[in-house]
Nanobody, 124 residues
Framework: QVQLVESGGGLAQAGGSLRLSCAAS????????MGWFRQAPGKEREFVAT????????TYADSVKFRFRISRDNPKKMVYLQMNSLKAEDTAVYYC?????????????????WGQGTQVTVSS
């Protein structure tokens, strides 16, 4: 079992940066891929970024590619999402997610563990 707790959300201006962190507990953290998803009011949860268990492979949504960067520190059981060049449309609740398998996935139903979410608001 893995528990996930996000932090680092808040208010940022358009063009600014935020760094989200996800702290994981549980012995199997380093065996599974991790992902970030987001959900804006009235919209479905959408994929943002994912990283493989080893950290060697990453995938990004087209909307955040070249602006966001996902990384992980397995000894510390941490996952990060560095968000640069923020836009108003990045406003959402951001969720950290983990899966038992090592490969990256982009669909929410393929993840086994979820954090409670952290709010990111970007003012234009």
């Amino acid at each position: 079992q893995v528990q996930l707790v996000e932090s680092g959300g808040g208010l940022a201006q358009a063009g600014g940066s935020l760094r989200l962190s996800c702290a994981a507990s549980g012995r199997t953290f380093s065996n599974g891929a991790m992902g970030w998803f987001r959900q804006a009011p009235g919209k479905e949860r959408e994929f943002v970024a994912t990283i493989s268990a080893s950290g060697s492979a990453t995938t990004y949504a087209d909307s955040v590619k070249f602006r966001f960067r996902i990384s992980r520190d397995n000894p510390k059981k941490m996952v990060y999402l560095q968000m640069n060049s923020l836009k108003a449309e990045d406003t959402a609740v951001y969720y950290c997610a983990g899966r038992s398998g090592s490969g990256t996935r982009t669909i929410p139903s393929q993840y086994d563990y979820w954090g409670q979410g952290t709010q990111v608001t970007v003012s234009s």
